[in-house]
């Protein structure tokens, strides 16, 4: 517990020493973003009220998913600003510290990891994809069957058939993702959204985040754009979300460290 | 080109921008970005944790309100009762809807 408790420091991640910022004009609650400096890394920060954000705050809405989303939402909001022009490693919350002499201690303590990560993704934004099966193809009219054995039958087949099209969609989404990764840096394929959270009915056959060079960004949206004509057949959607910060892609500076 | 890059969601296949996904943002900052020491020290829920507490909550209540029973948006009890006690789990916040549920509900089986 600091000696002041009135304000709280909130690190949203650190950008390169060298890079020209353009920071937000708000943080979260309407705080500033300030930088703080150290080690050869600059922390976007900002100071918030302690009343609201100590450790109490925190303990109380641990399991709160309106609050969580409230600030999870702010504190992407910052990320996602200076991610557009500048390398950005973001922290996951809640990234509190008593004041910026403790934030400074830590980031010394770390610097060779926050280092390689933002080697690692240096030059690199995320890009999200998910593919939506929105339509799935009618199937054949049946003829009315004349006798039991057909009927059963028929609802075999129509079983093995349906299991057929859930294969080869399958393998053409697993293909749909190669030919993706293709076109990035490095890919990582994540479990699809609960429809309790996403907000969306359609099934998501994938939802993957891709680190792309910044200067690459056509050649991926053109590659986004052929496996969409390719699927788009098949009652699948293509959609793209970014640019993000290389939050899926941190594991980079530890297998840096281990290299 | 030189085109500022999208902010949300962009539909290569409907060509129609939508809305930031929540989930989208959830599933990053809660699980996703670098781990350093900080200064409160405290388990937030995972995304699964998370996911499987939005489905309880919105399960719970649409099954009440499609029985009619709708008493807790303006009911000071479910406000002072969470002032009265620390953090009550969500098992026993539900009981506690649950018991009240059925206590007015003998009344409205008619």
């Given amino acids: 517990m600091n000696s002041d408790g009135a304000t709280v420091l909130h690190a949203y991640g650190v950008v390169p020493a060298s890079s020209p910022i353009e920071l937000p004009s708000s943080g979260i609650d309407g705080a500033q973003v300030e930088v703080a400096e150290a080690s ?220 | 080109m030189t085109s500022r890059a999208p902010e949300g969601p962009v539909f290569v296949g409907n060509r129609q921008p939508a809305p930031q996904s929540l989930a989208d943002v959830l599933e990053r900052v809660l699980d996703k970005g670098i781990v350093i020491v900080g200064d409160i020290q405290v388990r937030l829920l995972d995304i699964e944790l998370l996911t499987i507490k939005v489905r309880l909550m919105v399960a719970s209540v649409d099954k009440a309100k499609e029985m009619g029973i709708d008493w807790w948006e303006n009911d000071p009890f479910v406000s002072s009762l969470a002032e009265e006690e620390e953090k009550p789990a969500l098992e026993e916040r539900l009981k506690a809807l649950e018991e009240r549920v059925n206590g007015s509900g003998g009344d409205r089986e008619q």
Avoid at chain 1, 75 to 98: K, N, S, W
Avoid at chain 1, 103 to 109: C, I, K, N, Q, S
Avoid at chain 1, 243 to 251: E, K
């Fill in chain 1, 40 to 259: 050869g890394l600059v922390a976007l920060v900002s100071r918030l009220d302690g009343t609201r954000y100590g450790e109490e705050v925190w303990r109380a809405h641990a399991e709160d998913p309106d609050w969580l989303a409230g600030f999870a939402t702010q504190h992407q909001e910052v990320l996602g600003a200076v991610a557009t022009t500048c390398d950005v490693l973001p922290f996951r919350i809640p990234g509190m510290y008593d004041d910026e002499a403790r934030l400074l201690a830590v980031l010394e303590e770390e610097k060779e990891l926050l280092r390689r990560g933002l080697e690692a993704i240096g030059g690199h934004v995320e890009w999200g994809v998910h593919i939506f099966l929105t339509d799935a193809p009618d199937e054949e009219p049946a003829e009315q069957p004349r006798t039991g054995r057909d009927y059963l039958r028929r609802r075999s087949e129509q079983a093995g058939s349906r299991e057929r099209t859930a294969e080869a969609r399958r393998t053409r989404v697993l293909d749909a993702y190669e030919a993706i990764a293709d076109a990035a840096t490095h890919s990582v394929a994540n479990p699809p959204q609960d429809p309790a959270l996403s907000k969306r009915s359609e099934p998501m056959l994938l939802n993957s985040a891709h680190l792309v060079p910044r200067d690459r960004k056509d050649p991926f949206f053109a590659v986004l754009g052929e496996v969409q004509d390719l699927l788009r057949g098949d009652g699948m959607v293509v959609e793209v979300s970014g640019p993000w910060p290389a939050y899926n892609f941190v594991h980079l500076a530890t297998e840096e460290l281990q290299a």
